[in-house]
């Protein structure tokens, strides 16, 4: 996974590759844009955890919508939001964000899935690991895993700062 910001318009805003990956790591959710089954444009907030490499793992019903379009068209972009100020007496917005791209894979390995699993449990639930994994075991034939493989990111952040 390659941080490539040169083509960020505004340079003046770049974030730093240690903070963006920061973001990658940390944040509850993020969101998956996707090509619709019909060509147009689709996208989805999820929680997701990344492996600490290249990827990143959702999950979702075993089937649906998201499942169909991805299906067809796997190119996708992940947005994440980290820290959002609104400043109404200057007309803007400080904010924090990283946008990936890849490629997303459905057709996954029932033990891949269940590593995944597993690390969702320790991210978005770690005081529960325990019953987390026995969940995970019991509702395992209820539950799809899309892997998302990204193979650029970019991170762009604006500071105000303060007038004295």
């Known amino acids: ?35 619709d089954v019909d060509g147009s444009g689709y996208g989805v907030p999820l929680n997701y955890v990344w492996d600490g490499d290249h990827s990143i793992y959702i999950h979702c019903a075993p089937e649906g919508h998201k499942l169909r379009a991805l299906e067809q068209h796997p190119q996708v972009s992940f947005c994440i ?28 390995s029932a033990e891949e899935m269940m590593r995944a699993l597993h690390l969702l449990v320790d991210k978005l639930s770690p005081d529960f ?6 969940y995970s075991e019991k509702s395992f034939h209820r539950v799809g895993i899309i892997r998302v493989d ?10 105000v700062a303060k007038a004295d």
């Open 81 to 108: 939001i980290g820290r959002v100020h609104l400043l109404p007496r200057n007309f803007t917005t400080e904010y924090e964000s990283v946008i990936l791209r890849g490629e997303a894979h459905i057709h996954l």
């Open 129 to 134: 690991k325990e019953i987390g994994y026995k």
């Open 150 to 159: 990204f193979t650029e990111f970019s991170g762009k952040r604006k500071h």
């Open 1 to 35: 996974m390659k941080y490539v910001n040169d083509t960020v318009r505004r340079q003046d805003r770049l974030m730093d590759e240690e903070r963006a990956l920061e973001l990658l790591r940390e944040s509850e959710y993020g969101v998956l844009s996707m090509q």
